[in-house]
């Protein structure tokens, strides 16, 4: 009588396509999660947008009082401060409001109604473009009450722009997601 079973060849072999396929199986869910976080990230950025339009149209309060300047969102590329951006209030009056006015202690206070909101861990805000110019470092989205009339700030010039590029980026698998903002206050996702 023969006794049936595995060999230990088998077994092993068997073990091993196991094993690839289940290092296989965890690295493609590793990475379709950073793609997620991607996607997360960008359409977060629209809807903080759209926090900061529907802030200023419904005159909502910043520390006791309606900014004059209405609401925006203030982004930057640089290393410290890239995987972060803030809607803030622009406590300046219209007409006067813009990049240089900005002032991070008084219109960007959490305790007061502006809010940071922090990009997923391993994403950033690799690039900022408008028309006139290839790449930016810093820029500023603001809507002005009461329509609300959109305002895009190039911080290096200290110019305004009818349209802003925001490229998204994760760093596992290079991959980049666009956000554009229009001077009629439309953001969306474009890729």
């Known amino acids: 009588m023969t006794k049936r079973g595995f060999t230990?060849?088998?077994?092993?072999?068997?073990?091993?396509?196991?094993t690839m396929l289940t290092v296989l199986f965890v690295t493609n869910y590793h990475s379709n999660n950073k793609r997620t976080?991607?996607?997360m990230a960008a359409q977060n950025?629209?809807?903080?947008?759209?926090?900061a339009q529907n802030n200023t149209l419904g005159l909502v309060k910043y520390g006791g009082s309606v900014?004059?300047?209405?609401?925006?969102?203030?982004?930057?590329?640089?290393?410290?401060?890239?995987?972060?951006?803030?809607?803030?209030?622009?406590?300046d009056a219209p007409g006067t409001s813009g990049y240089l006015?900005?002032?991070?202690?008084?219109?960007?206070?959490?305790?007061?109604?502006?809010?940071?909101?922090?990009?997923?861990p391993g994403i950033i805000i690799s690039s900022l473009k408008t028309p006139e110019d290839s790449s930016i470092g810093q820029a500023q989205v603001s809507f002005l009450p009461p329509d609300p009339q959109t305002n895009i700030?190039?911080?290096?010039?200290?110019?305004?722009?009818?349209k802003l590029t925001i490229e998204l980026k994760e760093a596992v698998n290079n991959s980049v997601k666009?956000?554009?903002?229009n001077f009629l206050g439309l953001a969306e996702v474009i890729d």
């Open 101 to 120: 006015d900005y002032d991070p202690s008084a219109e960007g206070d959490i305790s007061s109604g502006a809010r940071l909101i922090t990009l997923p």
């Open 45 to 51: 950025l629209v809807a903080s947008l759209h926090l």
């Open 67 to 91: 900014p004059a300047g209405g609401w925006g969102i203030i982004l930057n590329t640089a290393s410290s401060s890239n995987n972060s951006y803030l809607v803030f209030a622009d406590l």
């Open 8 to 18: 230990i060849i088998e077994l092993v072999v068997s073990i091993s396509i196991i």
């Open 178 to 181: 666009t956000v554009q903002v």
């Open 37 to 39: 976080d991607l996607i």
């Open 153 to 162: 700030y190039n911080s290096d010039n200290s110019s305004t722009s009818t």
